[in-house]
């Protein structure tokens, strides 16, 4: 198996043909999930495993709607190709190209709900899917097979454990995106 870094950006279809339209050529933004899901499954059958980066905050003009796009583009992925293998991870919006006049994303400032329902479901999804299905698939037999998924098990869960008792720190808003995803995109 090979990795291979590639953006997927967003999830959101507003935001793919307002910003990155020429990624997805020939097809129409409207096509965008079609593109990934379809990318991760050519990737796959030939031994490649994406590991997607995603940009909150894009150009400071995402929108709640424009998160829980990406949240469901992701869930979407798990649930209709249960068997596919890639990783996402979240980035923070960097004005440069086209968008060097933009402003930093802060996401110690700027953070919505909804984004950091984005950060939950790629640390949930690369947790869930990347470790244990990885590890399923490659890691070695034995000892050290099980060794390896109790500390990831162990070790996976700070970090949603950590977004969680932010989420209830900060309000009830944040805390409901996060048990919307918990039970609603699992």
């Known amino acids: 198996?090979?990795?291979?870094?590639?953006?997927?950006?967003?999830?959101?279809?507003?935001?793919?043909?307002?910003y990155a339209d020429r990624k997805l050529a020939p097809y129409d933004p409207s096509e965008w999930h079609w593109v990934v899901k379809e990318g991760v499954?050519?990737?796959?059958?030939?031994?490649?495993?994406p590991a997607f980066t995603l940009i909150m905050?894009?150009?400071?003009?995402?929108?709640?709607?424009?998160?829980?796009?990406?949240?469901?583009?992701?869930?979407?992925?798990?649930?209709?190709?249960?068997?596919s293998m890639f990783t996402a991870t979240a980035l923070t919006f960097v004005p440069i190209g086209l968008l060097e006049k933009s402003d930093f994303f802060n996401i110690g400032n700027e953070m919505t709900p909804a984004q950091l329902?984005?950060?939950?479901?790629?640390?949930?999804?690369?947790?869930?899917?990347?470790?244990?299905?990885?590890?399923?698939?490659?890691?070695?037999?034995?000892p050290q097979r099980y060794f390896f998924n109790a500390i990831a098990r162990s070790l996976g869960g700070i970090p949603?454990?950590?977004?969680?008792r932010y989420a209830r720190n900060k309000s009830k808003e944040h805390e409901k995106v996060i048990e919307t995803i918990k039970t609603k995109y699992w």
């Open 57 to 83: 905050g894009l150009d400071n003009d995402e929108q709640p709607e424009d998160s829980w796009d990406t949240i469901r583009l992701i869930s979407e992925l798990e649930h209709e190709q249960p068997d």
């Open 1 to 18: 198996m090979i990795g291979i870094q590639a953006g997927f950006e967003t999830g959101s279809l507003r935001l793919i043909g307002k």
């Open 117 to 142: 329902g984005v950060l939950y479901k790629t640390w949930q999804h690369n947790f869930k899917y990347g470790i244990q299905k990885f590890m399923t698939k490659t890691g070695a037999k034995g």
């Open 41 to 49: 499954k050519t990737l796959n059958k030939d031994y490649w495993i």
């Open 160 to 164: 949603l454990g950590a977004m969680e």
